[in-house]
Every structure is written in structure tokens, then in C-alpha cells.
């Protein structure tokens, strides 16, 4: 019925897919990456459902979304789809119409009770390498207030709205940050999580900026990484 979401028929099938963001596809925002796999979703000709409503729109549940230019081998989505399919050909078709920097590499079958991918992540796995480029102080500044973290103190990150520097966000790195491992001299890479929050999350970004002091926009070249999520039971 019009104004209604539609009702998923009893063959219907929910599937939750992962897949890698790599290259030119980091650089797109998370609307037109999901107007991607749409299209592509449509090309392939796989019978996804639609919502009721007087605009329809695809079954298609995203993830948070991931700040421009981060690569990700730890994307997912969720599909709900009318009729049961089988998976290798689902995501073979799938990786023949996405573009390159996108390609699927696992889906499951879920309950279609399931949770969105959204509303299950709790925290986000990053890597960056280490030690940060050329910038000398900058990694001793870093190495020194990780320390000092692990050692129960806090550091407060500000966020300032663009354009307004009254409106600011402050986030306690300490509540935020999670370890993964420990990092020392002869490490290639500070692995780190990050809590996931509806109201607003800690940019890898700004994780970095506040243990190093360098600005934001001086990080523009550092390649960080998104290499996988946990998702809550």
C-alpha cells in the first residue's frame, strides 16, 4: 500500500556482504558510494526488495560511513533480496558490474530480524604507519602521550563545525580509543579502534592529530586504514 512499507515475502532473503574500498573508491562520499552498488546491485540483475512509500527505495542498509580518502579491506552492507540466491554467482555477477577500487569478497545469509550493520557495529579497527613520515618531534610527541594514555590520563580532542568556531565537540580520546597493539620502535604499524557513537564518532584523523600535534589538514597524505569492525552479539 502507498505510504506503507512493504512486507517481505516468506522466501525473502537477508545478506550481509563484505567488501574492500580501495584507490579512487576512498574518495567517494558514502551517498554516492551507496548510489554505486545500486546501480551495480541493478545491473547484475540480482531481485533485490524495495520499501513501500511514496518513494521506494532499495533494501539497502549501509554501515558508518568512512571519512574521504580512508581505504577499507573491511566494508559491509546489508541486502534484503525477494528470493533465495546462491551466493558465489550473487557475488561473482556483483564484482563484474561494480568499478574498480570495489569488489566484494564474502556474504552470509542472515536472519531477517538481523539488526542493520549500523546499528551492531560497536567500534572500528584502523592501521596507520608507523612512525608518521618524516615528522621527527611529531613522533616523539605521539609515542609520549600514548604513554601517558596507557598510564590513565586523558586527552580531549576539540572539533570545531566549519565555518563556526563557536560550535564545538569535544570526545575523550581515553572513552573513544582502544589498542590493539603495543607500540614500539621497531613497529611498522599503530593498530587502534575506535568507539562507533550515533552522536558523533572520532575521526581516525583527529585520533592522530591529538596524539601528535600535527593539524589535521597536515595529514592529508597519511595513508590510514580501515581493516575490520566488532560487531555487538
Known sequence: KIGQDNPAPTTAMKLRVKFIKMGWAALQGHLEL?????????????????????????????????????????????????????????????????????KTIAASSIDLSTPSIYAQTRWV????????????????????TLLDLQQGKDLVFLRQKRGDKRKEKSFSIKEHLRLSTELSEKSDFFEFSLRCDPDGSLKPSELVSALSGIPVAGLTGLRIKKVGVDLAP
Open 34 to 102: 551507496m548510489e554505486i552498488l545500486k546501480r551495480a546491485i541493478l545491473r547484475s540483475k540480482v531481485p533485490a526488495a524495495y520499501s513501500g512509500g511514496f518513494h521506494t527505495q532499495m533494501k539497502l542498509a549501509m554501515g558508518y560511513a568512512l571519512p574521504l580518502g580512508i581505504e577499507s579491506e573491511c566494508e559491509f552492507f546489508d541486502l534484503t533480496v525477494l528470493a533465495p540466491i546462491l551466493i558465489p554467482e550473487f557475488l561473482r555477477d556483483l564484482n563484474q558490474a561494480l568499478p574498480g577500487g570495489l
Open 125 to 144: 579497527n584502523y592501521q596507520v604507519p608507523w612512525p608518521l613520515g618524516d615528522f621527527a618531534q611529531a613522533n616523539c610527541d605521539f609515542y609520549k
